[in-house]
Nanobody, 126 residues
């Protein structure tokens, strides 16, 4: 099992930046693909960003491309989501996820992930 705990959410104004962290523990984390998803009130959970096991390949939703950056620090067993130029429509609960298989690539489908955090709230005011 891999346990994931997100942190770093909060209330910010439009145009501000925020960095989310996802700390992993349990089974080997450094060779798994990871991703960030979000769920706004009344909406389905959606893909935000993904990073492959090596940290060299990324994939982003069109809505965040150029504003958000996913990265990882395997020495710290942590995944980050740097969010810049935040917009009110970025308001959501953000979840990090890890793939169950080793050496996986980037994936945007929720079904590709076996481990999920509890989420952290991000609220962007206009």
């Amino acid at each position: 099992q891999v346990q994931l705990v997100e942190s770093g959410g909060g209330l910010v104004q439009a145009g501000d930046s925020l960095r989310l962290s996802c700390a992993a523990s349990g089974r080997t984390f450094s060779n798994r693909g990871v991703g960030w998803f979000r769920q706004a009130p009344g909406k389905e959970r959606e893909f935000v960003a993904a990073l492959d096991w090596s940290g060299r390949s990324t994939y982003y939703a069109d809505s965040v491309k150029g504003r958000f950056t996913i990265s990882r620090d395997n020495a710290e067993n942590t995944v980050y989501l740097q969010m810049n130029s935040l917009k009110p429509e970025d308001t959501a609960v953000y979840y990090c996820a890890a793939r169950g298989t080793y050496y996986g690539g980037t994936a945007s489908r929720q079904e590709s992930y076996d481990y999920w955090g509890q989420g952290t709230q991000v609220t962007v005011s206009s």
